[in-house]
């Protein structure tokens, strides 16, 4: 069996750039349209000094790819792999955002609501279906309004 070296150096910045990502996920560091214009603002300096991370891991994901497809020299094999796991991952976030999370929204709205966010969110889906392949399913949660729940 082959050991694959580490490059420690790669791995050093994909750990600064997954706190990145998490700086850019968390409320204080949110860039709200309240802040747009206030360029010395923390939070703004913040957030987009961590804007560097996804940009990171597509060139990190690319350059990897770019080595084993040449050390292996099998593309068309290597890429159906790496395709399946973003697959894989696609459809389990896309399943996950499917489920109802607001709980003080459900436990104020009554069980009913669940069978009805379910609803809005199968038809909407149903009416936009290369949004959702495009977008997954985070799209259908974002687009439905919780006051739908309340109407008769």
């Known amino acids: 069996m082959r050991t694959v070296r580490r490059i420690e150096s790669v791995d050093f910045f994909r750990v600064v750039a997954i706190l990145a990502v998490i700086v850019t996920h968390t409320e ?7 802040r747009v214009g206030e360029a010395f603002d923390l939070a703004t300096q913040v957030n987009q000094l961590a804007r560097f991370a996804v940009p990171f891991f597509f060139v990190t994901s690319g350059f990897f790819w770019g080595r084993k497809v040449s050390h292996a020299n099998r593309i068309i094999e290597s890429s159906m792999t790496m395709s399946k796991k973003l697959v894989i991952v696609f459809c389990a976030w896309s399943v996950i955002y499917l489920l109802p999370f607001h709980l003080e929204d ?6 009913l609501s669940i069978v009805k966010l379910t609803y809005w969110k199968v038809l909407r889906m149903a009416n936009d279906p290369i949004a959702v392949l495009f977008q997954g399913t985070k799209l259908v949660f974002d687009s439905i309004q919780w006051h739908l729940l309340t109407e008769p």
């Open 106 to 111: 459900i436990l104020q709205n009554g069980p």
């Open 28 to 34: 204080p560091f949110e860039n709200k349209a309240t």
